[in-house]
């Protein structure tokens, strides 16, 4: 569906992402029989956002296989799909919704699934033609096209998606520079041994790193398309395309106007449920308590949390609620380096390596006071696995166990 005057829901879900399309899958699958509709602000029905970095900008996965279900799937479970619709109100009391397009929907129940938008740069020039952020299909397909005229690419943030679309356009062979205001990449999310082997790995694919530097300003032509980037030291690099990876702004305006409790993000408690009555918040936008950040109120950008809270939500709502408790995992794809991330290296006090990065295979650990709280695996699945199953249990391994690549973690032995 396109157009709605005014249309009554059980359960509207705001946001066709990852964790509003599987809100509306696990409602089903859990036996709800009401109305749903997903509505969405973009065009498309709802699709994988990690390909947008990897796969479907480098060409490798068009449109229909990043689908997270045909069309005739929504169908068959009479899930109406609300395409274009953004919403610009909630009224709580009254449980009603109201779009820019001047739509209104009644909701009985609703899941606040709406994710963020990229964080984009607020110096002179951010707003530039030519200046990309990656969140949306949109966001992708506009780089795609302004790819072959484009040979000066910079990346600003060395983060996961800044490091996935700088080595996606190395395989263009695009001169890429990448910029990162902290002294390494990954510093938010892993330890220094694992971005310093990621540094090698770009410098060694032709990536000119700029670390522990910021911006001041994107230089632009006559017509305000961008020309370069001007760095803290006054080095300019030259640009006709600038992509910006530093992170969102969680799309909560709404439910914080209606009253919902938050600061970075929306609260809700281990059900999802938000301070306003029958309103839920699963993904991005939802801050939690997580047992594996010693309880610290977070918010998690990843597919996993997303799906994993919209089943807590839908359990909810169909009477048969569960606490949110899931391990984050996480993933990222570039060259031919495969890292998976099992827990939160948050609040580490040692780190362990597990095998050589020479061969670029080997695993980093992470222990806060002596337990497993996270490990990083670069193209190292059988450690990922085990260790998942390890950190949920809070296991103390053996720290010379731990170290040898050679011995399965699952027969490490604890201290």
């Known amino acids: 569906m396109t157009q709605a005057a005014h249309i009554a829901l059980d359960v509207a879900i705001v946001g066709a992402g990852h964790g509003g399309a599987q809100a509306a899958i696990a409602l089903r699958q859990m036996g709800f029989t009401g109305t749903i509709g997903l509505i969405g602000d973009e065009p498309e029905l709802p699709y994988e956002r990690p390909p947008l970095s990897k796969e479907y900008l480098a060409g490798d996965k068009p449109f229909e296989r990043i689908m997270l279900r045909p069309a005739a799937f929504w169908a068959e479970r009479e899930v109406s799909h609300f395409a274009k619709h953004r919403v ?74 800044g490091l996935e679309a700088a080595a996606v356009l190395r395989k263009f062979d695009k001169h890429v520079a990448l910029i990162e205001s902290l002294d390494r990449v990954l510093s938010r999310v892993a330890g220094e041994p694992l971005s310093r082997f990621y540094e090698d790995q770009h410098r060694a694919h032709g990536v000119d790193l700029h670390l522990g530097i910021g911006v001041d300003e994107i230089l632009t032509d006559d017509e305000g398309s961008a020309t370069g980037v001007k760095l803290n030291d006054g080095t300019v690099l030259p640009a006709s395309m600038v992509i910006v990876g530093i992170g969102i702004i969680p799309d909560v305006g709404p439910l914080m106007l209606a009253g919902a409790t938050g600061g970075n993000g929306v609260d809700v408690d281990a059900h999802c449920r938000t301070s306003l009555p029958n309103v839920y918040a699963i993904g991005d936008c939802a801050a939690h308590h997580n047992r594996f950040a010693d309880g610290a109120m977070i918010r998690l950008e990843s597919v996993q949390n997303a799906n994993d809270m919209a089943k807590v939500a839908a359990a909810d709502i169909t009477g048969a609620p569960v606490d949110y408790d899931a391990l984050p995992w996480f993933w990222s794809n570039q060259y031919d380096l495969k890292l998976q991330t099992a827990g939160l290296s948050t609040g580490y006090d040692t780190t362990v390596l597990r095998g050589d990065p020479d061969t670029n295979s080997f695993s980093l650990a992470y222990l806060k006071d002596g337990r497993l709280i996270a490990m990083d695996c670069v193209n190292k699945a059988k450690d990922y696995v085990q260790a998942r199953k390890l950190i949920e249990e809070g296991f103390s391994p053996d720290p010379d166990g731990l170290a040898n690549a050679d011995l399965p973690l699952k027969e490490v032995q604890a201290i």
């Open 88 to 161: 610009t109100d909630v009224d709580a009391m009254a449980q009603t919704l109201k779009c820019a397009n001047g739509a209104t929907f009644a909701y009985g129940h609703l899941i606040w699934a709406a994710g963020g938008s990229p964080r984009m740069l607020p110096c002179p020039g951010g707003n530039a033609k030519g200046v990309f952020g990656v969140r949306r299909k949109s966001d992708v397909d506009a780089i795609m096209a302004a790819l072959p005229s484009t040979q000066n690419i910079v990346v600003i943030g060395g983060g996961y998606i």
